[in-house]
């Protein structure tokens, strides 16, 4: 089964010039370390189309219950075309707090799911990956991850990786680039823009990629993520 590379919905830090109602959204591959807004409900949906024909249509509720403030929970339902076959996955997810980045002044997290940890899921794996994200000033934050895939068709596990940088270049446009891979495939990048509208309230993203499930293709995406 092909390895499809590492990557959780993308999120996004809490900048001082950043709108609150986002602290995370969209279809980027890093993950960071933190939680959406307690007692708030969260959709983020997204399609991405690749030059080699593959198609992706993904919606991701989620949730963060005030009487467990440090745990966001997720589910993703995703549809998608690859080698011209079409499939459907649903795949549950959860992050776990463990250093709020306000209080210690790093960001840490535990990211545990089935399906795959990325753009494109496979509902055979499991994942746990570990976010730690570090701001290097007020409109620049950078995020690592690092953790473990497990194939449960092929019984295989495989390590996974990614980087990224997010840079609040306006008080309503955000700038995010990231590189992402797992063990013995090709590395995976994206980069796109993420316009704030509606008085914040909705995060609009357009990506550009290549690579992102192990073959050679470009990507285009288009999304946005909402909390209420």
Do not use: C
């Not at 969209?26 to 007692?39: C, E, F, Q, S």
């Not at 966001?72 to 499939?87: I, K, N, V, Y």
């Not at 649903?90 to 210690?104: G, N, Q, S, T, Y």
């Not at 795959?116 to 950078?142: C, F, K, M, Q, W």
């Amino acid at each position: 089964m092909k390895k499809f590379l590492f990557a959780v919905s993308a999120v996004t830090l809490s900048f001082s010039a950043m709108p609150a109602s986002f602290a995370n959204g969209g279809p980027y591959a890093v993950d960071d370390a933190g939680i959406a807004t307690p007692g708030m409900f969260k959709l983020e949906t997204w399609t991405s189309f690749a030059n080699n024909g593959d198609r992706v249509y993904l919606a991701s509720p989620g949730f963060t219950l005030e009487a467990l403030p440090f745990v966001e929970f997720e589910l993703t339902m995703e549809s998608r075309r690859a080698d011209g076959e079409w499939a459907t996955t649903f795949a549950p997810a959860a992050k776990i707090a463990l250093r709020d980045i306000d209080e210690h002044g790093y960001g840490l997290a535990l990211s545990v799911g089935s399906g795959h940890a990325g753009v494109i899921r496979n509902a055979d794996t499991i994942y746990a990956v570990v976010p730690l994200s570090l701001p290097v000033n007020e409109r620049l934050n950078l995020h690592f991850n690092a953790g473990v895939e497990r194939d449960l068709t092929e019984n295989e596990t495989v390590g996974v990786w990614g980087m990224a940088a997010q840079v609040m270049a306006h008080d309503r446009l955000e700038l995010i680039g990231e590189v992402f891979g797992a063990e013995n495939d090709r590395p995976g990048w994206q980069a796109g823009i993420r316009p704030f509208l509606f008085d914040g309230n909705v995060a609009l993203d357009i990506v550009y990629g290549r690579n992102l499930d192990g073959e050679r293709a470009d990507w285009l995406t288009v999304g946005f993520a909402v909390e209420f």
